[in-house]
């Protein structure tokens, strides 16, 4: 009873955190507004962007859901519905998972909390994001031999959630079945079988997007790259912590397993994947398939796996009452780091967002982002702020990235993509930055500069015949407007 109040105030106060910004300070996520918006106006943007194959594009449920909801509600607040909703869903969705394993470890579901701001979630990765308790249901309902047409449903829905977590679903239904298949011979045909239609989607989309695999070197600091999204001292003595106790818990239970023989089956399946995501997340490519960040997401897994594992283990009551208290303790205290962090950067995002009170409708933009809080943030939350202009008065951010992919529902037509006439690291990297050439008329560029590096920049865009029209009264914001 009282480990669920606290269960209920801690998600009660990190939803309370989502609604304290009109658009909540994620780098990804005013881009995926956008892009929900042209495409729930499709016929007001048709001549300047085409439909991707909406079958191999996996990175749908967010697009879907905001479709919907943005018939009811302003984007800005259906955005706000949907991050409720993730944080809802990871705290039911886990520990409903680990009662599933064993509902005597329920307490250990104490331990979502400080991955619900994880770095995924800071990174504005939203589809990704709600496909991690879309997974945690579905090997529940697997587990607990749930109807196939359900399973076959809520499978559909992780694919189009992301790629990465269908595929950890699918490793384990192939675990499974090559572990039990002398008991359960027809259970192996009838699994394939359900999962068939949507691993031939994966295989489709997987063969439609080959690139470049990429790989980079991690530091110690990776280890706990999930749980840090600040580069702050508190934040790191927390996160190691935590790291400290689950690497613990997860040498212990394996060792009294080993030792009383307790090995079952269902615990090796789940050894397998925290092996696999162990070594992606470690050892494994950053970026393949036209996608990134494929660390940071089986990063996460590993730490999520790891817990699971945890639940195969026997507590005294008295351990379960410190470990409840210490991981109460751990999530309010990841909660209040999270929550002050995304606070400091409010008065910057309002100063940001009062730009919309100088871009005249139906105009172009493209923004030049000199300052990214690099020092205390690892992630960039100016990144594409702009590009809610569309909604607030109708002016388009040219330097739209996922509109020149296949891995989300809408693209450039070839013509007007901007970095068909610039380089690509203009879109984070200004110097980059060529209007030459560019077909249509840029009308608007926004700078944002905390550190006083622009000068330079300006001149050179003023020379093209831009004037400052709006600087903000501490400078930071600066709107250069094509001269008529």
């Known amino acids: 009873m009282i480990l669920g109040v606290f269960k209920l105030i801690l998600t009660g106060i990190f939803i309370l955190t989502i609604w304290q910004f009109e658009v909540f300070p994620t780098q990804d996520g005013p881009s995926h507004i956008m892009n929900a918006y042209i495409l729930s106006h499709y016929d007001e943007f048709k001549n300047f962007f085409e439909l991707n194959n909406l079958l191999l594009v996996p990175n749908l449920i967010y697009y879907g859901f905001m479709f919907l909801m943005t018939k009811i509600f302003h984007p800005f607040l259906a955005d706000k519905i949907f991050l409720t909703i993730y944080i809802l869903l990871m705290v039911f969705s886990f520990e409903f998972l680990i009662s599933t394993i064993n509902k005597n470890n329920d307490f250990l579901s104490l331990f979502i909390f400080p991955f619900i701001f994880n770095y995924n979630f800071a990174k504005g990765f939203y589809n990704f994001i709600f496909s991690v308790p879309i997974l945690f249901l579905l090997i529940a309902f697997y587990l607990r031999n749930y109807n196939k047409l359900i399973l076959l449903i809520m499978s559909i829905l992780l694919y189009f959630s992301h790629p990465t977590s269908f595929l950890i679903f699918f490793i384990f239904v192939l675990i499974y079945n090559l572990l039990y298949i002398k008991e359960k011979k027809f259970k192996v045909i009838y699994d394939l079988i ?52 689950i690497s613990y818990l997860f040498l212990w239970t394996i060792y009294k397993l080993i030792k009383e023989k ?50 195969f283990g026997y507590y005294e009551k008295f351990s379960k009452n410190f470990l409840s208290a210490i991981l109460i303790l751990v999530s309010f205290a990841s909660w209040y780091i999270s929550f002050n962090k995304f606070l400091e950067l409010k008065p910057y995002l309002e100063e940001f967002m009062f730009a919309r009170f100088y871009l005249k409708p139906k105009t172009y933009h493209i923004r030049a982002i000199f300052s990214q809080f690099y020092d205390n943030y690892r992630f960039m939350p100016f990144r594409h702020l702009s590009c809610v202009f569309l909604i607030t008065n109708e002016s388009l951010n040219l330097f739209n990235y996922e509109a020149t992919t296949k891995l989300f529902p809408i693209k450039f ?61 501490n400078g930071y914001l600066i709107i250069l407007e094509k001269n008529s």
């Open 194 to 245: 359900f999962l068939g239609p949507v691993v031939f989607l994966l295989v489709l989309f997987l063969n439609e997007n080959k690139g470049e695999i990429i790989y980079f070197q991690k530091s110690f600091e990776f280890n706990i790259k999930s749980i840090i999204i600040f580069n702050d001292s508190f934040e790191k003595i927390i996160s190691s912590f935590l790291f400290f106790i």
């Open 262 to 311: 307790k090995i079952d089956k269902i615990t090796i399946n789940f050894l397998i994947i925290l092996f696999i995501c162990f070594y992606m997340a470690f050892f494994g490519p950053e970026g393949a398939f036209s996608g990134g960040h494929a660390t940071s997401r089986f990063n996460l897994f590993t730490f999520i796996f790891t817990i699971i594992i945890l639940s």
């Open 413 to 473: 037509k070839n013509y007007y993509n901007p970095f068909n006439y610039m380089d690509y690291q203009a879109e984070f990297k200004p110097k980059y930055i060529k209007l030459e050439n560019y077909p249509l008329n840029i009308n608007y560029i926004i700078v944002w500069d905390m550190e006083n590096r622009s000068k330079n920049f300006i001149n050179k865009i003023q020379k093209l015949g831009y004037k400052i029209k709006y600087k903000s009264y």
